[in-house]
């Protein structure tokens, strides 16, 4: 009674699939809750290690095999044939894909043949498939067995056609060490003191970008290129120094006004400092090609606040958050009028390199100290109000403000590691830094700038710079008076 349940059950499970790569066909396959719903009494269930067979309905033998064995039959190579001469029913078990190894595909019940050639990885040779009778064939093209054969004897002369071409070249075997052999030749030892010196200036220097390899984030790999493409692309960004000259209502005294109140809204919409340099930079390369009336100026400063807010932040504020602050001065229709007007003047070209990407490239070399990176923001945003620094490029001014800041606090002298990272010297500071001390110096005449940067959330950065200003300029107020004389 075991016997005939258990050939019931693998008649079940050994149901010929035609294509199971057809996702619209119903698989015809029993699965194992199905199989194990038959009453099969679990004391008649042969063990692992039972080998007993039995007698098929058509008078083959077949082995009973456990649940999880694999039943595959792909590694036959002899005739399977009954005891009568048959060839084996067509309700056999049929092959699962898993249990294939690579290189072999699932076999077809559309067309079998008793012979057939097929490539692996290792060679090329042709091989005859198993015979008829063992029920397993390899799927082929839908192209002739003519046809098949050809073509694979076609790629078996090519490859050996190419190996013959590869054993006349290693036969061609060129003369060693010509160079030595030379009587005039130098000997390849002294080369490896001209290697060592080509490479000891750059030891001086060490670099900073190894530490962030594992951190995708920081792209060490590209950071050089990155940031010399910047230094390329800021000279094309750069305003006019001198636009102010063309304008027929404005004053540069203006400009300032008009920035310190920018500066106030940014603070209180808690936008990224990226948002207030990309904004001020709009709006003097918006000025240096067009002209603006005095009533049109504060429009002017809105609505690029509002593209640098869209281009730099996550969430930027709402186009009726800029009309509350400006009073309701100026209806939607004529910001977002003056949005599209402003991006074609400028060619919607936006790609405006950052100050504070240099000021974090050398705070880098700093050892990311944030006392000197909190000073150095305040002396980076200087350049903002004071229209002064238009001439000046922003990697140059970040690297005045981090020189500054480094004076400030006494952190040494800047050195190599610093003139490297900047991509500035000292004496290449100079100039910006004169203008920096000057402006310290001065009354102050931007009170929200002021006010910001004298809470203890910036450590009363604009107390301590404007204290210190002061002595320096007591002290050395002649050296500065002539440096700046000559500028001028």
């Given at each position: 009674?075991?016997?005939?349940?258990?050939?019931?059950?693998?008649?079940?499970?050994?149901?010929?699939?035609?294509?199971?790569?057809?996702?619209n066909?119903?698989?015809?396959?029993?699965?194992?809750?199905?199989?194990?719903?038959?009453?099969?009494?679990?004391?008649d269930?042969?063990?692992?290690?039972?080998?007993?067979?039995?007698?098929?309905t058509?008078?083959?033998?077949?082995?009973?095999?456990?649940?999880?064995?694999?039943?595959?039959?792909?590694?036959?190579t002899?005739?399977?044939?009954?005891?009568?001469?048959?060839?084996?029913?067509?309700?056999?078990?049929?092959?699962?894909?898993?249990?294939?190894?690579?290189?072999?595909?699932?076999?077809?019940?559309?067309?079998?043949s008793?012979?057939?050639?097929?490539?692996?990885?290792?060679?090329?040779?042709?091989?005859?498939?198993?015979?008829?009778?063992?029920?397993?064939?390899v799927?082929?093209?839908?192209?002739?067995?003519?046809?098949?054969?050809?073509?694979?004897?076609?790629?078996?002369?090519?490859?050996?056609?190419?190996?013959?071409?590869?054993?006349?070249?290693?036969?061609?075997?060129?003369?060693?060490?010509?160079?030595?052999?030379?009587?005039?030749?130098?000997?390849?030892?002294?080369?490896?003191?001209?290697?060592?010196?080509?490479?000891?200036?750059?030891?001086?220097?060490?670099?900073?970008?190894?530490?962030?390899r594992?951190?995708?984030?920081?792209?060490?790999?590209?950071?050089?290129?990155i940031?010399?493409?910047?230094?390329?692309?800021?000279?094309?960004?750069?305003?006019?120094?001198?636009?102010?000259?063309?304008?027929?209502?404005?004053?540069?005294?203006?400009?300032?006004?008009?920035?310190?109140?920018?500066?106030?809204?940014?603070?209180?919409?808690?936008?990224?400092?990226?948002?207030?340099?990309?904004?001020?930079?709009?709006?003097?390369?918006?000025?240096?090609?067009?002209?603006?009336?005095?009533?049109?100026?504060?429009?002017?400063?809105?609505?690029?606040?509002?593209?640098?807010?869209?281009?730099?932040?996550?969430?930027?504020?709402?186009?009726?958050?800029?009309?509350?602050?400006?009073?309701?001065?100026?209806?939607?229709?004529?910001?977002?009028?003056?949005?599209?007007?402003?991006?074609?003047?400028?060619?919607?070209?936006?790609?405006?390199?950052?100050?504070?990407?240099?000021?974090r490239?050398?705070?880098?070399?700093?050892?990311?100290?944030?006392?000197?990176?909190?000073?150095?923001?305040?002396?980076?945003?200087?350049?903002?109000?004071?229209?002064?620094?238009?001439?000046?490029?922003?990697?140059?001014?970040?690297?005045?403000?981090?020189?500054?800041?480094?004076?400030?606090?006494?952190?040494?002298?800047?050195?190599?590691?610093?003139?490297?990272?900047?991509?500035?010297?000292?004496?290449?500071i100079?100039?910006?830094?004169?203008?920096?001390?000057?402006?310290?110096?001065?009354?102050?005449?931007h009170?929200?700038?002021?006010k910001?940067?004298?809470?203890?959330?910036?450590?009363?950065?604009?107390?301590?710079?404007?204290?210190?200003?002061?002595?320096?300029?007591?002290?050395?107020?002649?050296?500065?008076?002539?440096?700046?004389?000559s500028?001028?």
């Amino acid at each position: 009674m075991s016997a005939d349940l258990l050939l019931q059950a693998r008649s079940l499970r050994g149901r010929t699939v035609t294509n199971e790569n057809d996702e619209n066909a119903g698989s015809m396959r029993v699965t194992r809750a199905k199989a194990a719903a038959a009453p099969i009494d679990v004391a008649d269930v042969p063990k692992k290690t039972v080998t007993k067979r039995a007698t098929g309905t058509n008078g083959t033998t077949q082995a009973k095999r456990n649940a999880l064995v694999d039943v595959s039959n792909v590694n036959k190579t002899e005739d399977v044939t009954s005891k009568n001469g048959k060839k084996p029913a067509a309700s056999k078990p049929s092959v699962r894909q898993s249990a294939h190894p690579p290189g072999v595909q699932k076999p077809s019940t559309k067309s079998r043949s008793t012979t057939t050639t097929r490539n692996t990885n290792s060679d090329l040779k042709k091989r005859t498939a198993p015979a008829s009778g063992s029920g397993v064939s390899v799927k082929r093209p839908k192209t002739t067995t003519t046809t098949t054969t050809k073509v694979v004897k076609e790629e078996v002369q090519t490859l050996k056609e190419e190996e013959e071409g590869l054993d006349d070249l290693e036969n061609i075997v060129p003369p060693t060490d010509p160079v030595v052999s030379h009587k005039d030749a130098p000997p390849t030892k002294k080369e490896a003191p001209a290697k060592a010196e080509t490479f000891a200036p750059a030891l001086a220097v060490p670099d900073l970008d190894i530490e962030d390899r594992d951190d995708p984030l920081m792209v060490s790999e590209y950071v050089v290129e990155i940031f010399e493409y910047l230094k390329k692309l800021e000279i094309s960004t750069m305003a006019n120094p001198d636009y102010m000259d063309n304008q027929n209502e404005l004053e540069w005294k203006m400009r300032g006004i008009l920035v310190d109140w920018l500066l106030e809204v940014h603070t209180r919409f808690r936008l990224l400092p990226e948002t207030l340099f990309l904004a001020v930079n709009i709006i003097d390369r918006f000025l240096s090609a067009k002209v603006v009336q005095l009533d049109r100026l504060q429009l002017v400063g809105v609505t690029a606040m509002f593209i640098a807010s869209k281009y730099e932040e996550v969430l930027s504020p709402h186009v009726q958050n800029f009309i509350h602050v400006a009073d309701d001065g100026f209806t939607e229709d004529e910001i977002l009028s003056a949005e599209r007007f402003v991006l074609s003047a400028l060619n919607y070209d936006l790609s405006y390199p950052n100050p504070m990407n240099f000021l974090r490239r050398i705070s880098k070399a700093d050892n990311y100290d944030i006392q000197t990176r909190t000073l150095g923001k305040y002396l980076l945003e200087i350049g903002c109000l004071d229209h002064r620094f238009i001439g000046h490029p922003p990697s140059q001014v970040a690297a005045a403000a981090m020189y500054l800041a480094r004076h400030v606090l006494e952190r040494g002298p800047w050195d190599d590691t610093l003139a490297h990272y900047a991509g500035y010297s000292e004496d290449e500071i100079q100039p910006v830094f004169h203008l920096m001390i000057d402006y310290l110096s001065a009354p102050v005449a931007h009170e929200a700038f002021f006010k910001k940067y004298a809470s203890k959330k910036f450590m009363k950065a604009s107390i301590v710079l404007r204290r210190w200003s002061k002595d320096y300029v007591s002290t050395y107020g002649n050296l500065l008076a002539d440096a700046t004389e000559s500028e001028g």
